[in-house]
């Protein structure tokens, strides 16, 4: 039984990668070069450039991150910019997406890299068939206990 335990493998990770280039590589990749990784319609924002607001986000994110303390996460940016497409500056922040009715917390992780924030805050609840709910009639209704 002793032996078993010390015999067990040490897990290993997977090494995240977008687009072939590892995390590390990613962080110094300069943004012409990030705007050929990521897709079409990515590409077509970066190359119209970013406006003003698109860039107090990231400028708001980069303090969030210099004044957090090490090992701790930084302090929550809200926003309403649901189209702004993620970059590799923007990982280990936490946003507040707004989606029409409050805001949302989205801790950005290297796997959302090239999607939009909008994705990861929804602005509906998801129906749930099967329960009664505002139209159903009395006998319908009653859900006896046991």
């Keep these: 039984m002793a032996d078993s335990t010390t015999t067990q493998r040490r897990r290993t990770f997977r090494k995240f990668s977008y ?27 970066f190359k119209r450039g970013l406006k003003r607001k698109p860039m107090g986000l990231i400028k708001k994110l980069r303090i969030a991150k210099q004044t957090a303390p090490e090992g701790e996460k930084p302090d929550v940016v809200k926003t309403h910019l649901r189209n702004m497409i993620i970059v590799p500056e923007m990982i280990g922040s936490i946003v507040g997406v707004y989606n029409g009715k409050t805001f949302n917390q989205v801790e950005i992780k290297p796997e959302m890299i090239g999607h939009y924030l909008g994705e990861f805050s929804l602005t509906y609840k998801p129906v749930r068939h099967g329960r009664p709910g505002m139209g159903a009639t009395n006998s319908s209704r009653f859900i006896p206990l046991k």
Aim: with cysteine.
């Design 19 to 45: 687009r072939g280039v590892d995390l590390e590589q990613l962080l110094d990749v300069s943004s012409e070069q990030f705007m050929e990784m990521v897709s079409c319609r990515a590409r077509r924002k």
